[in-house]
């Protein structure tokens, strides 16, 4: 045995304990997907319209506010501009009631202001169906919508559509935003565990010289495959010819990169050099160190 691969094959490849390590490392695999659509429920955004505190002290209903305040997006349209009021005198339809205001829309009129729509100061959520989010508690809506974004990372169709679906549920049952960041986040925790499961690195501890600890693990991993590993001398012995081949090929490398990055250097100095002896740029260079001087003499004089 010379080389590292020489010694996993003596421990085993498809082994228990093989198969454990893989498991251990997917794990965080399975747990991460669920960030990567999370933010869809984080962020839910609910219906929302105006605030106007002037009609709400004046206990007027939500649809009483809506109706006198929000604008359609576009005539004959049904849909509701959700970022901007009319600009009406709101104390004052306070003071004359919904009916009569309805009655006489002139009344409460800005004629002053030539602006039919202002935008909204604060907004009021619909908590029907979504007590909180991401959305709600920073007013990411209207102007300041493009802080939220939706766009997430999918590394694979499957993994979304099972996470979609576990999200799915879990907002269903955990409505306040803050509780759900918490259940996302437990499933990312447990990947604490993965501390006593994953062993250290067998090649890193043999190329760091830590023989007795590398010795160790590959006899548990041994055992747990039902393999029988070679005397401990072989093995010490095999992890030191590792060693020894695989830093002097790290050290080659290093030289070889050096003077890869001294020959470019090299090259460039040359290239440079060679432009400047040409008989162009040298008569160039020879001209304009004659204009030079004859711009000191003049100087001079």
């Not at 509701?80 to 205001?101: K, S």
């Amino acid at each position: 045995m010379t080389t590292f691969e020489d010694l996993m094959e003596a421990v085993g490849t498809r082994g228990r304990w093989n198969y454990t390590i893989i498991l251990a490392c997917a794990f965080s695999s399975f747990t991460m997907p669920m960030w990567y659509v999370s933010y869809q429920f984080l962020g839910t955004t609910p219906e929302y319209w105006c605030r106007v505190p002037e009609l709400m002290e004046a206990n007027w209903t939500q649809e009483q506010i809506i109706s006198l305040s929000v604008p359609l997006r576009a005539p004959g349209d049904d849909k509701l501009n959700e970022c901007l009021m009319n600009n009406y005198n709101y104390t004052h339809a306070a003071v004359l009631g919904f009916n009569e205001t309805l009655n006489n829309v002139s009344a409460v009129s800005n004629t002053e202001d030539d602006n039919l729509l202002l935008p909204c100061d604060t907004r009021i959520y619909n908590t029907s169906q979504h007590e909180k989010s991401l959305v709600t508690k920073w007013d990411l809506t209207c102007e300041k919508r493009p802080l939220y974004s939706t766009t997430q990372s999918i590394n694979q169709a499957g993994t979304l559509a099972g996470t979609e679906e576990m999200c799915d549920h879990l907002s269903f049952v955990v409505r306040p935003w803050r509780w759900l960041q918490a259940a996302f986040a437990v499933p990312i925790l447990c990947n604490i565990i993965l501390i006593w499961i994953l062993p250290e690195s067998p090649r890193w501890l043999i190329l760091h010289g830590h023989y007795n600890r590398a010795l160790e693990i590959l006899k548990k991993a041994a055992s747990v495959n039902k393999t029988t590993l070679p005397d401990d001398h072989v093995i010490l012995t095999t992890m030191n010819i590792i060693r020894r081949n695989e830093r002097s090929g790290l050290i080659e490398k290093e030289h070889e990169e050096t003077r890869s990055l001294r020959s470019v250097v090299v090259a460039v100095v040359r290239k440079a050099f060679l432009l400047l002896i040409t008989p162009e740029v040298s008569a160039r260079a020879a001209g304009m160190a004659g204009a030079a001087g004859q711009t000191r003499q003049r100087r001079q004089v």
